[in-house]
């Protein structure tokens, strides 16, 4: 794997500014923290929809995403990326068919891995989950000094680290993450979400909000503000996941699509939005097996915890659905893609892995 890593950055370096058509003026990006490769393309686990003596309900999961084949179950768990994405964007990381997505960075926990897929570089000092402002210039802090650009990028997270995480004071892009109230002058809607958010149940804690917040307060910034680079850093998939409740990480992730077709509805029913925006959509890390309870963690010692995957729909993304294709790809390389979807190449002051040719015909 690191062959091919010193590959790609002698390839970036031969990389010319070609700006071709560009076909998307806007990205929007979704991560899903901690989510597996292994239900996105096989839904609901067999081991754990019946595993005995499970300490959450084996009777829900099999209620509510259990079939008999894979691909019957991924599409109950996910129904709007087997459905409209399949059909139209593509599918990354199944490797099964042979398709690998993978963290360069060797931590395989959160920080570290928005770190690589905001920088594109996989740097093995960025080592802790920690509020430290990152030194790394980000692909929206980037493209947020373009005058197209300027003031139209924004982050919506339910983890309060992600304003360290894209260095808020130094991007200057507003980063409304953890409890934060989104501030300015707002509408009604905004006015009730700010105040809704503290009226859920603080499951985790403190540091971290329900993502029904996240997602609803982002999507109406979005109907109001019309950013034009926008993440939504999605959360609960990784918490349930570490509390050992697999059925409340599927009922998440099931969510989770659900915002997601959501958002697309709004983008593609929006002039402003409409065919000229792609949507990513990824993770920070993979997780470990099901077989012992490796699922529940990840991290540097957790085999399987640098497996990810890529998904992406827009003007610019073939449709040609679930890639079979032989290849190893790396999460670095999204920032590079952001940058050349809107036609930009990502120059910045640390090495950058490059974008990922087949997500820009
Ligand atoms: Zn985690």
């Known amino acids: 794997m690191m062959k091919k890593l010193v590959l790609l950055f002698m390839l970036q370096g031969l990389t010319v500014a070609a700006i071709s058509q560009v076909k998307s003026q806007n990205v929007v990006v979704v991560t899903m923290d901690g989510f597996r490769w292994q239900e996105l393309f096989g839904g609901a686990d067999s081991l754990l929809s019946f595993e005995a003596g499970a300490k959450y309900n084996t009777k829900y999961v099999q209620r509510r995403f259990w079939a008999d084949s894979e691909m019957e179950r991924r599409k109950k768990l996910m129904p709007f990326l087997w459905g409209e994405i399949a059909k139209k964007g593509m599918l990354l990381g199944n490797r099964q068919a042979g398709n690998f997505v993978n963290t360069a960075n060797m931590h395989r926990f959160s920080y570290p891995g928005y770190n690589e897929i905001f920088t594109g570089f996989p740097d093995s000092t960025v080592n802790s989950n920690g509020k430290i402002p990152n030194k790394n210039e980000n692909v929206f802090e980037y493209l947020n000094k373009f005058p197209e650009f300027k003031g139209k990028t924004a982050s919506f997270g339910s983890w309060d680290v992600f304003a360290s995480i894209f260095n808020e004071k130094r991007s200057g892009f507003l980063v409304n993450d953890g409890f934060r109230d989104v501030p300015g002058k707002l509408t009604d809607k905004q006015t009730e979400l700010n105040r809704l958010q503290h009226e859920l149940p603080d499951l985790f804690h403190g540091g971290e909000r329900l993502d029904v917040a996240t997602f609803h307060m982002g999507l109406e910034y979005m109907k109001v503000n019309q950013p034009r680079l926008m993440h939504f850093g999605l959360g609960d998939t990784d918490e349930f996941a570490h509390a050992g409740q697999y059925d409340l990480y599927l009922d998440a992730a099931n969510k989770s699509d659900d915002w997601i077709r959501q958002l697309w509805a709004y983008i593609q029913s929006t002039p402003f939005y409409a065919n000229k925006t792609t949507l990513i959509i990824t993770t920070d890390h993979g997780r470990g097996q ?72």
């Not at 992406?312 to 079979?324: D, F, L, N, R, T």
Request: proline fraction near 7%; glycine fraction near 12%.
């Open 290 to 361: 099901a077989k012992g309870g490796g699922w529940k963690d990840h991290g540097r010692e957790v085999t399987g915890a640098d497996q990810i995957w890529i998904v992406a729909v827009g003007p610019s993304i073939p449709a040609s659905g679930e890639s079979a294709q032989k290849d190893q790809l790396f999460q670095g390389q999204i920032a590079a893609t952001i940058a050349k979807l809107v036609g930009k190449e990502f120059k910045t002051n640390h090495p950058v892995l490059p974008a990922i040719p087949m997500l820009n015909k």
